[in-house]
């Protein structure tokens, strides 16, 4: 059974950076992906980004797009989200998401069956 746990969330100043950790276990193939997404009160749900398993090929919203940086650790099943340059307007709880043979060239939500609990990520002075 796939889990899906996410960590590192906090309080950060605008223009700080924050790095957010996604521990995922118990695929039974390799190709599937990481996903990351957030919202916001009184927003929908968003994707941030994704990163394959197979080729390490990456998608990035333009909203974050030259800000964030999603990479894997394989040794460690872990995929990160760092978080640079951030703003008020990145505050929001961020999900770790997790499918198989994801093909869409842009994130929609409920292409992914297995999730995070979330982490809250706040940017303010």
């Known amino acids: 059974q796939v889990h899906v746990v996410e960590s590192g969330g906090g309080l950060v100043q605008p223009g700080g950076s924050l790095r957010l950790s996604c521990a995922a276990s118990?695929?039974?193939?390799?190709?599937?992906?990481i996903a990351w997404f957030r919202q916001a009160p009184g927003k929908e749900r968003e994707g941030v980004g994704k990163i394959k398993n197979i080729d390490e090929t990456t998608y990035y919203a333009d909203s974050v797009k030259g800000r964030f940086t999603i990479s894997r650790d394989s040794s460690k099943n872990m995929v990160y989200l760092q978080m640079d340059n951030l703003r008020p307007d990145d505050t929001a709880v961020y999900y770790c998401?997790?499918?198989?043979?994801?093909?869409?060239?842009?994130?929609?939500?409920?292409?992914?069956?297995?999730w995070g609990q979330g982490t809250q990520v706040t940017v303010s002075s």
């Open positions: 118990g695929f039974t193939m390799d190709a599937y992906t």
């Open positions: 998401a997790a499918g198989y043979f994801i093909v869409s060239p842009t994130m929609r939500w409920r292409e992914y069956p297995y």
